[in-house]
């Protein structure tokens, strides 16, 4: 069937009075923008009332009714759902009662960033299309390579966090090995045993899971033990395998330790290995001078891993990774379509789809230089050190309260602890006390076991988290166990 011009023209005539209302004039968009706002205002206003964990998640079913339809419905209607069943539900990340896992952040400013962001919409993946934004995002790449002590020239990625830019450091340094694949089983890889699970996800997913992982014993202070791995790495060798990545913790997730940075490097340099650091947790505390002891080192690791949305307190979504070698990442990374060819000649800057596996991605840089930006660098660094301190007034007088045992004296703002009843076993005991604190849910904590032993988990790493909240868990705990 052939259809003429004048058929055409009276179509989109039609189809242009529909699809307009996808750009909704200025009065529907300040409409919307006040409820918003309004919703914002009470949810913030209510966060000290409210729960950090509510168990009941049986408001969810409502979700169902708002399936995709071909009418759109009032924003009022999504919002209300929006409170109920997503909000009311499950942890309250923005809540300063949540202390388990490793809490996120949320800082505002981030909010207006991502606004900005998804309005205009920049091109982010690539230099020549949007130079700005990728300047941006390279200037905060280069700011976070400073703070870690790697040279100007290193280079790295904004990821949507750090399990992502596990990888990235991951099949950068399976690339960098120069190993052919039919040799994977050969390759070794040292972690510990506290090392995060998104390094072994990660090395699956970098195809290396026939390669030969070796967990390296911990210390006493559950830290990687360098001579432990300094004897496999060199038994390995003998052997005719090939070592070819560390990864080291600063800050694991389960305990907050931090592995042997300095030393560990000795041993990396002394073997050709990859060096990666995860300190998805733990590298913002950086900021403070008091840290530095516990950093020595870092500047010498391959790559490292970081996570704004911990301990910069940033929302969910903001990642980075650092690479040394711009070439290895650029490598294992880099492609040029036919299509994408207008972008050759614009090599001013790395773009971001040259260093990681995305292409057209969330122009993150936004996030996370608005609230840097206006709140300037003091307050995060009085934040990350107020964490530590609570951390640490926590872990001391948790140990004050009767048949209380403690895990290691905490390095950054993570405690263990459990209760020793007198006749009971004690695993069981743990497991029901914290169940009873999450069921109550005024607070959120998380448990671990390590080596058999069943902890409870304190994680200070929320920004609204402050010493009230801390006061009335020491409370909560007394009243729990008289
Ligand atoms: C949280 C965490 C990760 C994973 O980061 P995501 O942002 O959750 O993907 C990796 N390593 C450590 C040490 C972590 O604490």
Redesign the pocket.
Known sequence: MTINSSQILEELSELEKSSKLLDPNQTTRANWLQQVDDYVTSFLSDLPNNKAYNKDHSSIDAIEEFDIEEKGASLNQLLTLYEKSIDGVGINPASGGHMGY?PGGGAYPSALGDYLAAVSNRYAGIFYAAPGAVKLENMLIKWMCRLMGFPENATGNLT???????LIAIVTARDAAKVKAKDFDKLVIYISEQ??H??QKAIRIAGLSEAVIRYVPLDSQLRMSVEELARMISEDESNGLIPFIINA?L???NTGAIDPINEIADCAEKHGLWFHV?????GFFKLLPEMEEAFKGINRASSI?L?P??TLFLP?GT?AVLVKDVKSVYQSHHYLADYMQDTANAQEEISPADVSPELTKHFRGLRLWFPLKLFGLEPFRAALKEKLLLCRYFYNEVHQIPNIEVGPTPELSVAIFRYLPEDLDANKFNQKLINEIQSDGKVFLSSTTINGIFWIRVAVVLFRTHLNHIEYLLEDLKKRLA
């Open positions: 490793i949507s966090g750090g399990s992502i830019s596990n090392a995060h998104s390094i913790s800050g694991t997730t995860d300190a998805a947790y733990g891993t996570d949305h911990k969910f990642g």
